[in-house]
């Protein structure tokens, strides 16, 4: 085997439930700041869409309150959801960087901006928590 397993020990013991079901809760700020301060950090990548981004804060409701209501359910809740959001997030910088538009090229935009940027570390850096809780709770590992 080239690759071993390594479990990292840490005295710092955070329960990442939690910090999922705040993240969730923080749609509220995040939808505040997109619709009334046109700052939109959670969904850069869906910025010219704005009908996919008010369904895709309906989604984020829905998992908050499912959350809420089966506090067993966050970690699979978090897991399926940040699997659309790692895709999304990847298609997205992917088709910004790799694929040059003459709107692009108009303008003088560049490729990817900084909310986008913003959006890529916040929204990435949860989802691949969320994800990799959720890995180790379908292969039956603990979670936390």
Same mark, same amino acid.
Do not use: Q
């Given at each position: 085997?080239?690759?071993? +397993?390594?479990?990292?020990? +840490?005295?710092?013991?955070?329960?990442?439930?939690? @910090?999922?079901?705040?993240?969730?809760?923080?749609?509220?700020? $995040?939808?505040?700041?997109? $619709? *009334?301060?046109?700052?939109?950090?959670?969904?850069? $990548?869906? !910025?010219?869409?704005? !009908?996919?981004?008010?369904?895709?804060?309906?989604?984020?409701?829905?998992?908050?309150?499912?959350?809420?209501?089966?506090?067993?359910?966050?970690?699979? @809740? +978090? *897991?399926? !959801?940040?699997?659309?959001?790692?895709? *999304?997030? @990847?298609?997205?910088?992917?088709?910004?960087?790799?694929?040059?538009?003459?709107?692009?090229?108009?303008?003088?935009?560049?490729?990817?901006?900084?909310? !986008?940027?913003?959006? $890529?570390?916040?929204?990435? *850096?949860?989802?691949?928590?969320?994800?990799? &809780?959720?890995?180790?709770? @379908? &292969?039956?590992?603990?979670?936390?």
């Amino acid at each position: 085997m080239c690759y071993g +397993s390594t479990v990292v020990k +840490s005295s710092l013991n955070v329960d990442t439930s939690k @910090i999922l079901v705040l993240y969730y809760a923080a749609t509220v700020i $995040f939808l505040m700041l997109d $619709f *009334a301060l046109g700052f939109n950090v959670r969904l850069a $990548f869906l !910025e010219p869409y704005p !009908e996919a981004r008010v369904a895709y804060y309906g989604v984020c409701f829905a998992c908050l309150g499912l959350m809420l209501w089966h506090p067993s359910w966050t970690v699979l @809740i +978090s *897991a399926f !959801e940040s699997l659309i959001t790692l895709s *999304a997030l @990847i298609i997205s910088m992917g088709m910004r960087t790799l694929l040059v538009t003459d709107s692009m090229l108009e303008t003088g935009g560049g490729l990817v901006t900084m909310p !986008e940027i913003y959006n $890529f570390l916040l929204s990435g *850096a949860v989802a691949y928590l969320a994800w990799v &809780r959720g890995i180790n709770r @379908i &292969r039956g590992g603990r979670a936390d």
